[in-house]
Every structure is written in C-alpha cells, then in structure tokens.
C-alpha cells in the first residue's frame, strides 16, 4: 500500500510540473531580453506591439505580437526562433543569405512569410503557401503545400 501511495505522490507531482510548464504571462517589453527587444526594434520599429507574453517554465520562452499581425516567438536568451508576418514579408536580416538566393533562383518573384529556426533547420513559409525546409548547411531537404 505504501508503495502505490508513493505512485500516486510521483504522479501528482508530475501532473503538475506537466500543466504548470504552460503558463503565460503579460510583459512589458522591457522585460524581454535584450536581443527580443534589439530585434524588434531593429527590424519592426515602426509597427505598435500589441502584446508579449512569456510563457514560464524550465526555460521560459516569449511571444511579441504586432499591430499588422506580425507574430515573432523568442527562446529565453531572446534568440528568435519563429517570425510569422501574415500580411508582409520576413525582414530580409533574418533569413540566411543561401536561403534567399534559392528563393531568387527557383521561385522567382514570391516573398518569404514565415521562417523558423531550431538549431539545425530553418523552414520558411513563402507568400503562395509552399513551406521549404533546409538543414544546417541551407540545403533543401523537403517541400510541403
């Protein structure tokens, strides 16, 4: 019996360490690290903040949202990691060089809408819809509609 009781306990308090991972909360832009208000200022200055939340957990994380819909995701040392621009188009500055210049090459004329980094790829969204994924070295590895 001891021992289901010592179970249940493990499991509760995993449960709760599980659902309190999740929590967001308001911030000010001056509590964001300095590299997320760096790059929003750099590249979206003219463009009202219309929220940021941080959602707490091990590593906690930032979410800014923009006026004309942008919406830009921060890891916890205020690197971006996703920029969605719905209604524009990726600040060039943050789409590697190589990516670009495949996007000049192969398809000419669209924009790129979304991009997202996680270390070891970068996956962009271009304005017609079609997703590229590249891996570390930006060379192409899979195409989605």
């Known amino acids: 019996m001891k021992k289901f009781w010592i179970a249940l306990l493990g499991a509760g308090l995993f449960a709760t360490a599980v659902f309190a991972d999740g929590d967001e909360v308001p911030v000010r832009m001056h509590e964001l690290p300095d590299a997320a208000r760096t790059l929003v200022d750099k590249y979206f200055r003219d463009i009202k903040v219309t929220s940021a939340m941080m959602e707490k957990g091990m590593a906690p994380s930032y979410e800014v949202k ?65 997703e590229l994924k590249f891996n570390r070295k930006f060379r192409l590895v899979e195409t989605d509609r």
């Open 66 to 130: 923009l006026a004309d819909g942008t919406k830009i995701d921060f890891d916890a040392r205020g690197e971006w990691t996703d920029v969605e621009r719905p209604n524009g188009v990726v600040p060039d500055g943050l789409v590697p060089q190589p990516i670009l210049k495949f996007v000049a090459a192969n398809y000419p004329g669209r924009h790129v809408r979304g991009v997202e980094r996680d270390g070891r790829n970068h996956e962009i969204t271009l304005d017609n819809g079609l």
